[in-house]
């Protein structure tokens, strides 16, 4: 038996490890080109903001449409405008207003708002205060807020609301913008598939959720019943025409439905 002696140091290998935390330069350089387009987005999209609101400071007479995610809102205004306004690809998604512009006349779709599913509570939050800082900033220029309520969910989404002690947002929108000066309509969508024995009585109820008692006509609250879907949109352009009269701008009449569809002033709501 013999005894072995130390191996060869000529023949050792030696592993060297180098532990580094800097990632691979092909990573590095694709997150350089990530933040720079991220930046040159940036840039764009302030730019494309500042031009946005010099167009929309050539607008002397503005109209919002407001009101809560999937009540019809958009198909409303194509069926008043002639317009395929823009929406997200799902209920919450998007932030900011959509424009339509008509020489100086803005109709501005606003974002919808209320509880949504896949979106968060804080977004869904986002999306009222947004409303409301628009507002406030074009107060000046909008004259009439259009807001848009389901006709046969409405009751149940206001009695929900109340058990929790709290102002719905459709009834919160509608004192401020009137607190401001501006005139609210509230279109009161899908009453395709409300029986006619039925409809005054639920606007009636409308009317009072909204804060208005006795004889609903005689409240001065402006309701519009339409169906959006069947283009059934005659009552809302009557009582747009009707506030637009007042102030003196016939002359937007042509923008709004119809062309050819008579009209004429009603004085039930004058004092």
Known sequence: MTDEGP???KNQWQVVIVISDAPPKKIRHEAKRKKNLAKIRQRE???????L??????ASFEIVFIGRSNVGKSTLLKALTGENVRTGKRPGVTLKPTYIYRDDLLITDMPGFGF????????AEDVK??????????KDRIRIAVL??????FEEIVDRWDERNEIPIDIELYSFVREIGIIPIIAVNKMDRVDEKDLEPLLDMIAEKYGYAGPRKESGIILAPVSARDKKIRPLVSALKNEIHKM???DLFKYLGNPEQKWKPDHSSEK
């Open 7 to 9: 191996a060869d140091e």
């Open 129 to 138: 205060t947004n409303i409301v800082q628009y507002i406030e900033s074009n």
């Open 148 to 153: 848009v309520i389901d006709g046969l969910s």
């Open 45 to 51: 999209s302030a730019k494309a903001m500042d031009r």
């Open 248 to 250: 003196k701008r016939d």
């Open 116 to 123: 949504m599913s896949g979106v968060t509570k804080d977004k």
């Open 53 to 58: 609101e010099k167009k929309n400071a050539e």
